[in-house]
C-alpha cells in the first residue's frame, strides 16, 4: 500500500486533530502518502482531498474540532454514492483508508471494505458510547469541560444554598454523566443506563438538607430526558425549586486533554500499522491501558459496557 486517506465523520469530538496528526505522520514514517479527505464521506464522493504533509499537521495536537472538518452525508449510505466515492479514491491512488468517527461511521467504512477498500476505525466521539473501548476519543476532554462547568456552578450554589440540575450530552450512553457525577459529588446521577426514581431523588435532597448542605447537584445524561422536566417533576412532587443549567455544545470544543492527546497519538499510529498489514474492518480501542482492535462488524452487534461498579460507587459516596 503506497497511499492512504483519512477523514472524520459523525459528531466532532477534542483529539481528532491529534489523531490526524498521528496517522498523516505515522503513515509519512513508513513511507506512505496520506491524503486527508475533508467533510467525511461528502468529500469522498465530490473530490475534496489533498495530499498532506508533515507540516499540514502541524500546529493542531492541541486544538479542539477538526481540520479536515466532518459531516454527515446522506448519499453514502446509497450504493450510488460509494461507487462515486471509490471512483475518486481510485483517482487518487488511494487503497486503504482511516475513519475516524463513531459507529455509523464504521459502518460506512466496512462497507468500503467489503467493495474491496481496507478501512480502520478509530473511535472519535465525546460520548463513550462505542462498545469494545474503555474510552473513546474526546471523552475525557468532555469530562474535564463538564467537570470545571459544575466546579463553577458549585460556587454559586452554595453561596445562595441552591440545588441545580445539570444537563450533559450522553444520548444512549450515561458515561459523561456517571463519570461527571461521580467526580462532583452529585446527589443523584440520570443515566439511561439506570433509572432512578422521583421519590430516591427526592429523598437525596432531603437528606442532604437535614444534614445541613449548602448545595446540591443533579446531573442528568440527555437520553434520560431534559432537565427542566426533571425541574418540573421535582417542583410538582416537592415543591422544590431548582435551577437547571444545560451545557450543550460547549463540551464537544475545547484543547483535548493529556490523555486524549495521548490516545490518538497510539490510535492513530495502530491504525496506519494495521492497514499497512492489509489488515481491514476493524477499530482500535483501549482496553486495560493495551492498543487493541476488534472487528468492527462483530462489534455493532454489542453495545458499551456500562460501568454498574462506578454507578453504584456514586450512590455510595452521596449518602
Ligand atoms: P456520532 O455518534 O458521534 O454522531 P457517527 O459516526 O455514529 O458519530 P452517524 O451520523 O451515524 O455518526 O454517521 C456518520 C456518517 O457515516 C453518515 O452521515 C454516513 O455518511 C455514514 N454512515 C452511517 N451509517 C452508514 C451506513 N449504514 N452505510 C453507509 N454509510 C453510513
Redesign the pocket.
Known amino acids: 500500500m503506497k497511499k492512504i486517506g483519512v477523514l472524520t465523520?459523525?459528531?466532532d469530538?477534542p483529539g481528532m486533530n491529534a489523531a490526524i496528526r498521528a496517522v498523516v505522520r505515522s503513515g509519512i514514517y513508513r513511507g506512505v502518502e496520506v491524503y486527508g479527505i475533508y467533510h467525511?464521506?461528502k468529500g469522498l464522493i465530490t473530490g475534496d482531498i489533498k495530499k498532506l504533509e508533515v507540516s499540514d499537521v502541524g500546529d493542531i495536537v492541541q486544538r479542539g474540532g477538526t481540520i479536515l472538518y466532518t459531516?454527515?452525508?446522506?448519499e453514502?449510505?446509497t450504493e450510488e454514492g460509494?461507487a462515486t466515492a471509490i471512483k475518486q479514491m481510485k483517482k487518487f491512488g488511494i487503497e486503504g483508508l482511516v475513519v475516524i468517527?463513531?459507529?455509523?461511521?464504521?459502518?460506512?467504512g466496512v462497507?468500503l471494505t467489503q467493495l474491496g477498500f481496507p478501512t480502520i476505525g478509530i473511535p472519535g466521539?465525546i460520548?463513550n458510547?462505542i462498545p469494545g473501548t474503555d474510552f473513546t476519543l474526546g471523552f475525557d476532554t468532555a469530562l474535564n469541560t463538564i467537570i470545571d462547568a459544575i466546579d463553577k456552578i458549585r460556587d454559586t450554589a452554595t453561596s445562595h444554598e441552591r440545588r441545580f440540575i445539570i444537563e450533559v450530552m450522553g444520548r444512549g450512553c450515561g458515561d459523561l454523566a456517571l463519570w461527571s457525577g461521580l467526580a462532583d459529588g452529585a446527589e443523584s446521577i440520570l443515566i439511561p443506563e439506570s433509572k432512578e426514581d422521583l421519590d430516591t431523588i427526592v429523598e437525596r435532597l432531603n437528606r442532604g438538607i437535614e444534614r445541613g448542605k449548602k448545595h446540591n447537584i443533579i446531573v442528568v445524561a440527555e437520553g434520560v430526558g431534559r432537565a427542566d422536566e426533571v425541574a418540573k417533576a421535582i417542583k410538582d412532587k416537592a415543591n422544590m425549586d431548582t435551577r437547571v443549567t444545560v451545557l450543550g455544545h460547549v463540551q464537544r470544543g475545547g484543547a483535548p486533554t493529556a490523555f486524549d492527546r495521548v490516545l490518538a497519538a497510539r490510535m492513530g499510529n495502530k491504525a496506519v500499522d494495521l492497514l499497512l498489514s492489509g489488515d481491514k474492518g476493524k477499530m482500535i480501542a483501549i482496553q486495560n491501558n493495551q492498543i487493541v482492535a476488534h472487528d468492527i462488524l462483530d462489534l455493532l452487534t454489542k453495545k458499551h459496557e456500562f460501568n454498574e461498579n462506578l454507578y453504584q460507587l456514586a450512590k455510595v459516596l452521596s449518602i
Open positions: 465523520s459523525g459528531g469530538a467525511g464521506y459531516a454527515r452525508c446522506e453514502f449510505k460509494r468517527g463513531g459507529d455509523g461511521s464504521f459502518m460506512g462497507k466521539t460520548d458510547d
